[in-house]
Every structure is written in C-alpha cells, then in structure tokens.
C-alpha cells in the first residue's frame, strides 16, 4: 500500500510541534526510528522533548502497520471475492449460451469473452466481413474445437485497417485470410447476383466484378429521382483543393450540398440521402456548411438525419441517393489514395436509385482506376460542369445549372437562374407548365389547370358539377370533392308566419329543418304593438323574441320631475322604472343671503353659502380678509402674511447662498442642492438641528428646508480668527462660540499634542432674522458619533484619540443645558459645512402628547422606567437619548401659556418612538421621530 511521502523535518522545528495537540506521521523527520523501550516508561512529565516525541512517533508507527496489515487482508479478501464472482458468471453465462444454435459477437468481443467461447467448445465459426477482419484478431478467436470456418466477404472492397506503415509495407498486416487464401487458390464460391443497383451502375463494375449480374426487376423497384434527368451523373468543376492537416475543398463541398438540399426540395427525404467524402477533412467542411445553409436545421442541436460519412466509415451501407465528393483537385496527376480500386469499388456500389459524382474529371480521368467510369459516363453524355435537372412533373423541359461559391458564401437568397441553390430555394415559379395532374376523383375532364409552380395538392377537386336535391328538387352546383349528404339548398324561399302574420324570407334548407323538428320559424321583424303606459309608447322588440307589453316593462327614455323640489331632472330613467332616490336638482335659482344680504346664486340641492369676498379687517394681523364671505377669517392663516412669509424664506436663502459663496470665492451654480423631505439624509440633519433647538433654545424649531454644499468651503479660517476676538460682526452669517477662546489653551493641554482638533457648532445670531425665518449651518462634528466628556468613560485624563476611538465614538461635546457647545474632532474635514437649514419657530409649539401607557414595548414604543435609570452604563448611547428626552419635555412645557405659575409633574418613564426597530439597532445610530415624544408622569 502506497503513502504519501513525508516532509524532511528536523528536531529543531520541535517549537512548531510543542504547540500542536494532533499529530501524524508528517509531523515527524523521515529518519525517525522506532523505540519500544519508551513505552514502557511510567513517569512520561520525565521524558526530554525529543523522548517524548520519539515516544509519540513510535504510537503512530504501530497504529500505522497495524492498518497496514488490516488494508492487505481486506484486499485479499475483495480478490479472492471478485474472482468467485467471475467464476459464477462464466458459469451462468455459460449455461444460459449452452442451450442456443447460434452465438454472435463481435470479433472485439471474442476476444474478450475468450475463455467463455473455449468452454463452448464450438464447432462452426461463421465471419461476416471476413475481409474487413486482421488475420491476427480472427487466429487469436479460434478454439481448439473449431473443424470448420466459413469466411463471408468481399475481398476486392476495404482492407483492415492499419495504422503502422510498416506493418503493411513489410508484413502485409493489412491483407486478411480470407483475401490471402483466395490468392493462393484456396477454392471460394463468388455471388453472381446483386439485388441493391440499378442495372445502369452494376455494368460500371464489370472491370471489378466481370461475372455480376443483376435480379430481375430492380429497374422498376429502384426508381430514379424524379427531380433529375439521369440516375447517375459526374458534376465536374475545376476549383483547386486546400490541404491543411486534411484535404478539403471548400467550393467542391457548396456544390454537394446544394445538390442535396435540391433533392430535399424537390421530395426527398433527407434520410434516404448520403453524402460520401474521400476525406475527413471535406466530411468536417461539407456538414458545417450543410448546417449553415439548410434552412430546416438548427445550429445549436447536433443531431443530423442527413448522412455525411467518409467513403471507408460507410462500406457495407447502402441508401437510395448517394453523392459522392472526390476531393482531389490540381494541377498534379496524383490522387493519393482514391487511386485505390477497392475505395473505388465502395463509393460506386452504395446507391440504390441515384448515384452523382462531384469532382475534377480531368485530374481523374489521368488515373487508371477512375479513367474508364468516366470515360463510360461521358460516351453516355453524364459528365459536364452543368448539372441537368427538371421539374419532377414535366421531366421533358431540362435546365443546365452551376453552383459558385460565393452565392452560397454569403447564404443569402439567389435570384441568379444558372445557379443550382436558386431551384433550391425558389419553388415557388420556375416551372410554368399546366400541372394536369389528377385530383382524387380521377376524371380525367378534371385534371389540374394551374401552373406546376408553386407547389400545390390535389386532394380536392374544386371543379363545379350540376347537382339537383331529392327531397325539394332544387338545381344547383356542387364542387366534385363536396359529398352530396353534406350538401344544402341555399335557395331563398318567402312564407307567411301564421303567429304574427310577418312575411319571412330563409333558405329552403331552413324551412325543411323546422318542418321536421315540428317547430315555427322564429319572426326577425321588430314588433308593432305598444305598451300598457301613460305616455302609450311603441315596442321595439324583435317580434319572434318572448316579451310582454305591461307599463314595467317600457324601456323608453323619459323626462321626469324631482319629487322635493319639482324641477325637471337633468337626466333622463326608463318609462317603466321608479325615480331614482337621492337625486340632487342642479337647476340654478337666485336668492338673497339671509346674513349678509348679498344676491346670490346656486343649485337647488347646496346650501345658502354666500360666494362674495369677505373684504372686512383680520383681528389678528390687520390685512383685509381674502376669504369668502362665509368662511370665518381666523380658521386659517392670512393669505397677505403667508406671501411675505415666502419672501422672507427666499430672501434668507438667497443670502446664505451669497455668504457661502463670498466664504468660497467659487462658482455656486450646482454646489446648493435641495434635499427631499423623503430622503434618509434630509431626516438625520433634521432630528439634529431639532434636538439643539430643544436642549438649548429651549423651543421646539419646524424644519421648512434642508441644503447640502457638495462643495463645503474652508471654515480653518472662522476658529483661526475667533482666537484673536471675541467672534463675527453682527451682519455675519455664522459665529463661533465664545467658549473656544477660553477654553482654547486648557483643552490643548490636556489633549496629547497633534490627537485632536478643537471645533465647535456655527449658527446664526439673531440679528439677521426676518419673519421669524432662522438659519442654521450644520458642520460633520454634528452628525457624528459624539460622547460627553462628563461620560465616565472618559474620566481618566488626558483624552486622547485612541481613547475615544476604542469607544467607537469621533469626537467629544462640552456641553451643558445652559450654555454654549464646544467640540473636540479628530478629522480636521469635520470644520467643513456641509449642510444649511432654514428654521422656522414661528408656528406654535406642538405639546408632548400625555398618557399613562403600560410598561414595556407597546405599539413601537420603548417605555423606560427612570427608577432604574440611574443604574445603566452611562455609556449607553439610549442613556444621552433619554436625557435630551426630558430637556426636550421640559423646554415644552415652559413655553405653553401659564406654564410658570404651574409645578411641572415629575417625569418617571420617557417613550421614545424609533419606527418599531429592536434593541439592537440602537446601537448604530438613534434617532427621535418628528416630536413624538411620550412622557408619562
């Protein structure tokens, strides 16, 4: 048993080893050796490294042979096994071919089964192809008990095929013992009949068999192609050969294969042809183009019914058409192997009814085997480089066609009438003869007077016939193929229908079928009676139709008054139906409004509703009231304060944008861009510029518009300057906190140096505000992960980046509920503005909604209880949460009317709505939906 072989190792790779808890032979140096002394040793912690490892290899080795010795007697077992079983089916094969007269096989097949044929012992030996088979592969077949052979074959067709030239040079390999014993003058009995050819094809081989006759009758059994004149012809071209690691030839292989596809279309079965090539080269080239130019076939599937075959593959077939590629075309007289008579032989003894040569008649006319078939086809004018073919109907009228290459080629229609693919194509108008072919009645009075092209059949005779019915003796005409039961008089017969008295004209067909069933014919004409209604209208009923005549039953359209009011409806109902309810009168009326006295006009189902503007002063504002004069003028806003409202807005983001623009110095055209209130990034700056509103403006903020800067600009320059003053003119759009000048030295210091960037929060002062319109400009810094400093995380000084990273957080808020933020940023991009939010605190603030929920998770609400919120990690990103959940409450309340003179309730559990999302997501980033904050206190 063979094992894989192990790597070279060394003791002193032992370090590698020590660490390992598995091991196998691979692990340990090839010159290992076996020390059964070590097993014995009780004490193995005592053992040095290299004890214990020989002690491990010496396990592993024993197990190893033991396996080994287990593997052998398990082999031995399956060969003695196997060889029972081969025993037992000879035997039973044996048995089973014991009680048969006759065994075949094939002689591949003998050999193999060659004891089973010894224990036969047979005593006849036939061999069919005896000519085909290597005396070497029959001798080595033959029993002992064998006392008499019977070779049947033909020995002037194929040799066996040999593939070392030597062998058939020097030792004649290639001859077989039925040809050896015939040329030595073994006695033979030679078949004098043949019952496959035409009679025409057999007298060409009378060169190979001089005594071939032919049974009587096959001229009429094998009858020729009716789409061609002759049933045999030589196509002869003169197109050059190419020769790569076979010969082929490319125009020789179109010219093939348009022939076939013309027997194809002219009825052949693509089954009964076969096409032979001298070589495989040309079998490769003629079926690529037979694919390419047959329009039945499918390139993808490869099965083909046509047969495409080298002359050798097909000795001892046979079809009924049979086209024969030579190949071989030069300037040279050699032919290679088609000089051979016995390939000759094969390729002229296939066909049974058609048998047509393509190839250079004037090269093969130089060999000696070829020059006197061609020399007898051409005293029979059956050799020309125009093929003679006829329409299979009208066989008198023979057209001489070619085939070139580059029609073919290029596998488009041909239009070109010399050419052999147009007749393959076109069967559609080439032969303009009268068909008279007979239809199935077979009168000969009506034969078929259309042209033979295009194709048609004669199944039905459509000539007419007189023809006069029994039953009422009515003359007419019939066409011949119609059956005279199937036949119906069509004449047109008038009668007076004895229910109604209406004169009814049908076929005479019709009134025998009614007369038989015992039925009426049924009356067409539309009824003259009128309805048992009011207004007394006429039925327009089909007379023959069962109705009735009662007032329901009137489907005319009427007017009709509105029961309430009295008005004509605007619509029309059905004489016989009731009003429909609810209808509403449409009818314009005029009236005074009873409030205000206005002339007034409306429908007389609305209400008094006066249309005319209000035009009296709002309490409120001041502006004269643009609503209707009933609508109330406080229920909505003033239309004159929500344009100014709009100015204002545009106004304010035209100068953010002039401020951004003058901070940049660049184009701004595209850098602004809105953002969709339905976007996720539009909700995330929103919740924030909230949650600063809430924490330290202590007022609730309604977000009219979000705009990203795709081009943030440079903001180095606003802390730079702060350190020199105390902040930005009051005209500047943005400011810095004051707390970063004081604060600037300390937090440097406690910070390591290069760790940290100090930043802090830009918005707008209050200077600029028009209408109550806000700016905010938004920094990275406040969209980040941010943890307090006051976190106990942080308690241990100084903070540093690798402190606040490992806490998975990128930058750090001083912040408290009163005063300014200040922030500290490890990425020097988060000083860029990438946001501008226009704010509005106008509107009235929305008040937490109050409820008494229980605990727990209830309609994607988180409940925490407070009692146990001192008792979380501080860490917890859900703690800061809750936090500004309370601020955010407590701001609230401040700002509802009165709120001061009242005790604010304390909060024990805060409800933070998160979209219905686990737990588990906190952790990535929180976020409060738009004020839906619950407190329950």
Not at 418 to 439: D, H, K, V
């Amino acid at each position: 048993m063979k094992t894989k072989p192990r790597k070279k190792t060394t003791f002193s790779q032992t370090a590698t080893i020590r660490a390992r808890t598995e091991f196998s032979l691979a692990d340990f140096p090839t010159d290992c050796a076996v020390n059964n002394a070590l097993l014995s040793m009780k004490d193995l912690q005592g053992m040095s490294d290299i004890e214990k490892y020989t002690f491990i290899y010496t396990l592993l080795q024993i197990d190893h042979e033991d396996l080994n010795g287990q593997i052998s007697l398990i082999l031995e077992q399956i060969n003695i096994k196997q060889t029972k079983k081969g025993l037992i089916d000879v035997t039973n094969k044996l048995n089973v071919l014991s009680t048969q007269k006759i065994v075949g096989a094939t002689i591949t097949g003998a050999s193999v089964q060659l004891d089973l044929i010894k224990k036969m012992a047979p005593k006849i030996v036939i061999v069919e192809e005896a000519a085909e088979i290597l005396e070497s592969s029959l001798v080595g077949v033959l029993t002992e008990s064998v006392e008499k052979l019977i070779l049947i074959g033909d020995h002037k067709q194929l040799r066996p095929n040999v593939d070392t030239y030597s062998l058939r040079k020097d030792y004649n390999f290639h001859v077989s013992m039925m040809e050896r014993l015939i040329k030595i003058g073994f006695p033979f009995k030679t078949l004098s009949k043949q019952g496959r050819m035409r009679p025409e094809f057999s007298i060409m081989l009378k060169d190979i068999y001089p005594e071939l006759d032919d049974f009587p009758g096959l001229s009429e059994k094998n009858t020729p192609v009716k789409c061609l004149p002759h049933s045999m012809f030589f196509w002869s071209h003169n197109f050059p050969e190419t020769k790569e690691r076979s010969v082929k030839n490319i125009p020789e292989a179109n010219m093939v294969v348009a022939l076939a596809l013309y027997l194809m279309a002219n009825g052949e079965e693509e089954e009964n042809i076969t096409i032979l090539c001298g070589y495989l080269g040309q079998v490769q080239t003629v079926r690529k183009l037979y694919q390419t130019m047959n329009p039945r076939s499918n390139p993808a599937d490869n099965k083909m019914v046509l047969n495409i075959r080298t002359i050798d593959e097909y000795q001892g077939d046979e079809n009924k058409v049979v086209i024969i590629s030579l190949t071989r075309s030069h300037s040279q007289r050699k032919i290679g192997f088609m000089e051979e008579e016995s390939r000759r032989c094969v390729a002229q003894s296939r066909a049974k009814c058609g048998m047509y040569f393509v190839g250079n008649q004037d090269l093969f006319r130089k060999s000696k085997t070829w020059k006197g078939i061609i020399e007898s086809m051409e005293a029979k004018h059956l050799v020309s480089p125009k093929l003679q073919i006829c329409c299979p109907k009208h066989p008198s009228v023979v057209y001489g066609v070619t085939q070139a290459y580059t029609n073919l080629q290029s596998n488009l229609k041909v239009t070109d009438t010399t050419q052999l693919m147009y007749y393959a194509q076109s069967q559609n108008g080439w032969c303009y003869a009268i068909c008279l072919e007979l239809f199935t009645c077979k009168i000969e009075a009506h034969r078929c007077k259309d042209t033979c092209t295009p194709r048609h059949g004669h199944s039905k005779c459509m000539v007419p016939v007189p023809f006069s019915f029994a039953n009422c003796g009515h003359d007419t005409f019939r066409n011949c193929h119609i059956d005279p039961k199937n036949m119906k008089c069509k004449v047109n017969l008038k009668n007076i229908l004895p229910m109604c008295g209406h004169e009814k004209s049908a076929e005479c067909n019709a009134w025998k079928e009614a007369a038989s069933e015992k039925r009426s014919m049924m009356c067409t004409e539309i009824c003259e009676e009128v309805y048992n209604c009011e207004h007394r209208h006429k039925c327009h009923q089909i007379c023959g139709k069962p109705h009735e005549h009662y007032s329901g039953d009137c489907k005319t359209q009427i007017d009709f008054p509105i029961p309430v009011c009295g008005h004509i409806a605007h619509f029309k109902k059905v004489c016989g139906g009731p009003v429909p309810p609810g209808i509403k009168c449409n009818t314009m009326i005029r009236y005074n409004s009873t409030d205000c006295g206005h002339d007034q006009r409306r429908k007389c189902h609305d209400k008094e509703c006066c249309q005319h503007p209000c035009l009296k002063e709002r309490k409120d504002c001041g502006h004269i009231c643009d609503k209707k004069c009933f609508e109330t003028c406080l229920a909505s806003e003033c239309g004159t304060c929500a344009e100014q409202y709009r100015e204002a807005l545009g106004a304010a983001k035209e100068l953010a944008k002039k401020k951004l623009a003058e901070s940049t110095n660049t184009d701004q055209k595209d850098n602004i861009i809105l953002l969709d209130p339905i976007q996720p990034e539009y909700e995330v700056v929103a919740d924030k510029c909230r949650m600063f509103f809430s924490l330290y403006a202590k007022c609730t903020a309604e977000i009219e518009e979000v705009h990203v800067i795709h081009s943030p600009p440079d903001t180095t320059k606003f802390w730079k300057k702060a350190c020199m003053s105390n902040g930005f003119a009051q005209e500047e759009l943005y400011k810095v906190s004051k707390g970063l000048v004081d604060g600037l030295k300390e937090m440097k210091q406690a910070c390591k140096k290069g760790d940290v960037y100090e930043f802090c929060k830009y918005a707008s002062n209050g200077s600029t505000k028009e209408d109550g319109i806000y700016t905010f400009a938004i920094a990275d810094v406040l969209l980040g992960d941010m943890i307090n400093a006051s976190d106990p995380a942080l308690k241990s000084k100084p903070i540093s980046f690798t402190k606040v990273a490992a806490l998975k957080k990128d930058s750090v808020q001083f912040a408290t509920l009163n005063g300014p933020a200040n922030y500290w940023v490890f990425n020097e991009d988060q000083f860029r503005l990438r946001y501008i939010v226009f704010i509005s605190l106008k509107k009235k603030t929305v008040e937490p909604q109050m409820g008494s929920l229980l605990d727990g998770k209830e309609d994607g609400v988180t409940w925490f209880d407070l009692a146990t919120y001192n008792t979380r990690d501080q860490s917890d990103p859900l703690c800061d949460l809750v936090t500004k959940a309370i601020a955010l409450y407590s701001g609230d309340c401040l700002k509802r009317p009165g709120s001061s003179k009242v005790k604010l309730p304390e909060v024990k559990k805060v409800g933070l709505i998160v979209n219905g999302k686990a737990r588990t997501d906190y952790e990535n980033r929180l976020r409060l939906e738009k004020k839906k904050i619950l407190v329950k206190a």
